[in-house]
T-cell receptor, first 105, second 118 residues
Framework: DIQMTQSPSSLSASVGDRVTITCRAS??????LNWYQQRPGKAPKLLIY???TLHGGVPSRFSGGGSGASFTLTISSVQPEDSATYYC?????????FGQGTKVE | EVQLVQSGADVKKPGQSLKISCKAS????????IAWVRQMPGGGLEWMGM????????RVSPSFEGQVTLSVDTSLTTAHLEWRSLKASDTATYFC???????????WGQGTRITVSS
């Protein structure tokens, strides 16, 4: 299985801060890398797919980057509604493993 | 509008069987893989497996191989996740989600919470 490792595990930010989350794969996944947001008690929502493509309706303050085995999710100016846990996922090779999550407070 | 609506929460005893469902609407059900994702209490997301409704081609994570069965009923546009003998460690919320072009999960069900306790 491809292992996905996110850092940090949690972070605290103030409104307007720039926040970056890193995701590393144990082997190359090309750009088959997706990011999800999950608020407590809710289903995850797709934010970014194919490493940097924003899913429909996602605010432009979210952006993705990277390729191969190292990726980032950036929130350019964090807002109160961005409090959530963020997960990366590789969809290059089954099982399509997730990272352990990063909690943004 | 694409929607995935899952069956309701359930409480079972160890050793009992269970089949939960995921009703899809708003798109061509046979065209997209459906994935199942587990989230244990306080835990992260775990990809369990996926099934292609067109031909029931299935890929299951080694972590769940032999523990669950994925199936579909194309006449009802519904996917199922089934256990033959539940364990306490199966207590979790289970999500179904639709695979899109690059394997991203673009639409999710609301989740089904399963509690297994004696």
């Amino acid at each position: 299985d491809i292992q996905m490792t996110q850092s940090p595990s949690s972070l605290s930010a103030s409104v307007g801060d720039r926040v970056t989350i890193t995701c590393r794969a144990s082997q190359g996944v090309s750009n088959y890398l997706n990011w999800y947001q999950q608020r407590p008690g809710k289903a995850p929502k797709l934010l970014i797919y194919a490493a940097f493509t924003l899913h429909g309706g996602v605010p432009s303050r979210f952006s993705g980057g990277g390729s191969g085995a190292s990726f980032t999710l950036t929130i350019s100016s964090v807002q109160p509604e961005d409090s959530a846990t963020y997960y990366c996922q590789q969809s290059h090779t089954p099982p399509h493993t997730f990272g352990q999550g990063t909690k943004v407070e | 509008e694409v929607q995935l609506v899952q069956s309701g929460a359930d409480v079972k005893k160890p050793g009992q069987s269970l089949k939960i469902s995921c009703k899809a609407s708003g798109y061509s059900f046979t065209s997209n893989w459906i994935a199942w994702v587990r989230q244990m209490p306080g835990g992260g997301l775990e990809w369990m497996g996926m099934i292609l409704p067109r031909d029931s081609d299935t890929r299951v994570s080694p972590s769940f191989e032999g523990q669950v069965t994925l199936s579909v009923d194309t006449s009802l546009t519904t996917a199922h996740l089934e256990w033959r003998s539940l364990k306490a460690s199966d207590t979790a919320t289970y999500f179904c989600a639709r695979h899109s072009t690059r394997g991203e999960l673009d639409y999710w069900g609301q989740g089904t919470r399963i509690t297994v306790s004696s």
